[in-house]
């Protein structure tokens, strides 16, 4: 049986480090490791650096036609063990929801949420007993962020979409992960809209993608729903489980003004 890891968004960021990490054996022995993303010349880029095969798919997750190319690609492997599905591309925009547009809302969408659902769907075919899904949401997904409403609203989906699914998989030994880091210091911020946004909603800080990477690596390994890297995000997990959720959204909007004023 041929085991196999695929990562979305594998071409830089935390993408790429799943990749990094898998291939370092982290989580567990892989026969091959299958890396999407919209760069040919990048994802070779990645390829060249695994010790492990890889297989490259340059796709755009926001076209329908992609989802066939891997479901295709996995009937072609009468043996595969889909080991790992690590859902990583994603993107988001800052600023008001009007301001964004049409492309960018809707681009949100097909990407942070569809293109989930659509991998999950073609690759749960070939998984078994021990198998694991990671889905990247974010610490966006805990409290509705105004300035980000569809990408907090689009990781909410992930988060509530994962746990939902683990609860149906888990009876088989097959689990999704929902990873919630603060935001890292990777392409994700490279052009993320109104600046005065970015510098409101990051008042939190960064963290590092190995750092988070093989946290959720070991989360998924343990069969957990979620995973909420970052200790201080823990305690704002907590505070949006027992808190009115506009006192939350009040609170940080108070501490993003601060913080922001502070940095000018």
């Known amino acids: 049986?041929?085991?196999i890891a695929i990562v979305t968004g594998a071409s830089s960021g935390a993408g790429r480090e799943f990749v990094r990490q898998l291939d370092a054996g982290i989580g567990g022995p892989i026969s091959e490791i299958w890396v999407i993303?919209?760069?040919?010349?990048?994802?070779?880029?990645?390829?060249?650096?695994?010790?492990?095969p890889v297989r490259t798919f340059a796709l755009d997750l926001t076209d329908p036609a992609s989802f066939d190319v891997v479901s295709e690609a996995l009937e072609a492997e009468p043996s595969a063990n889909v080991q790992w599905l690590v859902n990583s591309a994603?993107?988001?925009k800052f600023g008001e929801f009007g301001t964004i547009g049409e492309r960018g809302n809707a681009g949100m969408v097909r990407l942070n949420c569809l293109a989930v659902v659509e991998m999950c769907y073609r690759c749960i075919l070939y998984m078994h007993a021990g198998s694991r899904i990671i889905n990247m949401a974010s610490v966006a997904a805990l409290v509705p962020q105004p300035?980000?409403?569809?990408?907090?609203?689009?990781?909410?989906?992930?988060?509530?979409?994962?746990?939902?699914?683990?609860?149906?998989?888990?009876?088989?030994?097959?689990?999704?992960?929902?990873?919630?880091p603060k935001f890292m210091d990777t392409e994700f911020l490279s052009k993320p809209g109104d600046p005065e946004?970015?510098?409101?909603?990051?008042?939190?800080?960064?963290?590092?993608?190995?750092?988070?990477?093989g946290t959720a690596i070991r989360s998924a390994i343990r069969g957990r729903s979620m995973c909420v890297p970052s200790p201080d995000m823990k305690v704002v997990h907590v505070a949006s489980k027992v808190l009115p959720t506009r006192f939350v959204m009040a609170a940080e909007r108070v501490l993003g003004d601060w913080a922001s004023r502070d940095l000018t």
Not at 158 to 175: C, N, P, Q, T
Not at 198 to 210: D, L, N, Q, R, S
């Open 37 to 52: 993303a919209r760069r040919q010349d990048r994802l070779d880029e990645v390829a060249a650096s695994c010790t492990t």
């Open 1 to 3: 049986m041929k085991s």
């Open 197 to 213: 946004a970015v510098k409101h909603m990051t008042f939190i800080g960064f963290e590092k993608p190995a750092n988070v990477v």
């Open 90 to 92: 994603g993107f988001g």
């Open 147 to 180: 300035e980000l409403t569809v990408y907090s609203a689009s990781k909410r989906f992930v988060l509530d979409f994962s746990r939902a699914l683990d609860a149906e998989m888990g009876g088989v030994g097959i689990h999704v992960t929902a990873v919630c």
